[in-house]
């Protein structure tokens, strides 16, 4: 079976890993530990445990264990003092205690869960992110990106970990071996640039034999990734990694229905659809795939499940992107890909 | 097989299942909904949930699944806002909320823990006990019983439900059709009587054509059966279900060793282990089977399970209490009864 590898966070690694799990394919997720919000954040803080959040995405997006099961783990409690706490949260906590270790608390839950596939720590490290801004103020911590003001006003600088983190030797092992890396799609900032902060994923993306896909966001984020086109995306991810190491990006073929790009654009500012400007470069180290990527049917805000979230309505489609990503693994026929450039 | 129904809650009841769930039994477990104490009180409280502490108990005894999903049902937070709340009871309230329906919660709970027989709510109703002292003082809730110091002080005239709850559709359809019913070992006023309080509990034990077992308790609480003897309890019980129904009472054959008595006199004063005294009638409704039913084994405080918790130290052993049931049910050789009263 071919290797694939996902590195990412959050929403965006749960709809690449729903449709993945319905290939025959040996999957490994690779997710951040920066998160530092929400319930995940109090948990952190309080119980002195690594992040769970992001974990238990990737989890019920590959479990093959009971929709109540699942919907058990993205349940969150209402009221009283554990209002705001996610169920699966509080899963993956107590398996670490229980297990002493993070990773092994994981993998435990992994089997409980039925999943297909792997789910994988960047670090086993605590991970602090740290935020500059173009006004030189330094903010600390994953949450500050979506909730503080001064991100929006002033924009980022650059991000870094402080203090440097290690790779995890499972990730390490699992890039080393992987025919196929898949980056994103994931918030810039706060899911995809932290992974290849963590000291030691750089080098191991660049050694590895794997062909590198990066899917390109379809907004962009004000203050954070504003205005960014595709290009953008790509330097900057490139940088991290060195060596201009990503080979395909994944792009949509259509454009957003006119509805939710106006919608868009009052909340992120102009230019808040990512947009693909072909003559902008000459030449590119990238060969950039469009396909029909984005997701038709309405999200529907009241289903308890993941994507029904409302952080954003322009989405990727799990089916669709799984697809593509199996052309390019040479898995199927040529069919979902409609242009290659 | 066998229709065995549990009568009870707690630390009794969870012995009285790991034992018996090594046979092959059709097994029943009907429990207590009056607990409104610690971690299942808070739940009770903040989230209006009926209370899982016993329940989570009983599953847990019935499960069959990993030891590690039995150890992390039994995982207590430590630490800032969920200190002291359990991972089992969060689990059933999870359930409860996202099924709409407490027993439901309970049925999907079962599944997922693999467990060999039902586990059923005495009532879906919220129970609230009453405790009324020999001063006239009335209390209201489980938990005043073993933590307000009138309740050792003056002792209880007697217990009720206020309002009256009734008797759960399935746990009346258990009780019709059982061949045994076993009743405790269980806190008298917290976990026996409250089930028997619930109304159609007596009509439904009268009317079924099982034998009735009471495993009488080991030890005495002061204030509460303060220098109770076998009779004694024997009688109250009887008196609440009517009827002389209570056909056999399982006592210990030998006594607890003498330093552990007296560690129990010390705390709970004289006559705190429970004496029988065969001249005191001179006839029973009732035959008295002594077994060795006392678990020698130490009881380790620090692992992780329900029978370690440091409440008492004369215990009833599991698969001893098992064996003479199943002599009762004459399944068995006649090994563990050593006497028939």
């Known amino acids: 079976m071919k290797k694939i590898v996902t590195i990412g966070g959050g929403t965006g690694q749960f709809t690449l890993l729903s449709g993945l799990k319905n290939y025959p394919l040996n999957i490994t997720a690779i997710v951040s530990m920066a998160d530092d919000g ?127 983190v290690k790779i995890y030797k499972k990730a390490l092992q699992a890039i080393k071996n992987a025919d196929l890396i898949v980056i994103g799609p994931g918030d810039h900032y706060g899911s995809i640039l ?16 794997a062909k590198v896909v990066y899917n390109c966001n379809l907004t962009n984020k ?18 991290y990694i060195g060596n201009n190491r990503i080979d395909f990006v994944i792009f949509r073929h259509q454009k957003p229905p006119e509805g939710l790009v106006e919608k868009y654009e009052k909340r992120e500012g102009k230019k808040s659809i990512v947009e693909f400007n072909i003559g902008k470069k000459q030449k590119r180290s990238y060969r950039i795939i469009e396909a029909e990527v984005l997701r038709r049917e309405r999200v529907n805000k009241n289903r308890n499940d993941l994507i029904a979230n409302t952080r954003s309505f322009i989405r990727h489609d799990s089916n669709k992107l799984a697809k593509v990503l199996m052309e390019i693994l040479e898995l199927d026929n040529k069919k979902a890909i409609k242009k290659i450039i």
Not at 196 to 209: C, D, F, N, R, T
Not at 229 to 239: A, G, S, T
């Open 194 to 209: 932290p992974n290849i902060l963590v000291k030691g994923v750089p080098e191991a993306i660049q050694k590895s034999k």
């Open 38 to 164: 929400g319930s995940t954040g109090r948990l952190r803080d309080e119980l002195g445990v690594l992040p769970p959040g992001d974990i238990r995405q990737c989890l019920v997006a590959l479990s093959e264990s009971s929709q109540l099961l699942r919907d058990l783990m993205n349940y969150r409690f209402e009221k009283g003092d554990l209002k705001g706490h996610n169920f699966g949260n509080l899963f993956l906590s107590a398996l670490e205690k229980i297990k002493g270790n993070f990773s092994e608390g994981v993998e435990e839950a992994s089997k409980i869960l039925d999943t297909k596939g792997r789910v994988i720590p960047v670090s086993e490290q605590k991970m602090n992110l740290c935020i500059k801004l173009n006004n030189g103020k330094i903010l600390i911590g994953e949450k500050q990106l979506d909730h503080n003001k001064d991100v929006r006003k002033y924009g980022i600088e650059k991000i870094y970990l402080k203090p440097t």
């Open 222 to 239: 004000k203050g954070q990734t504003e205005k960014f086109d595709l290009d953008q995306y790509v330097e900057e991810i490139n940088k």
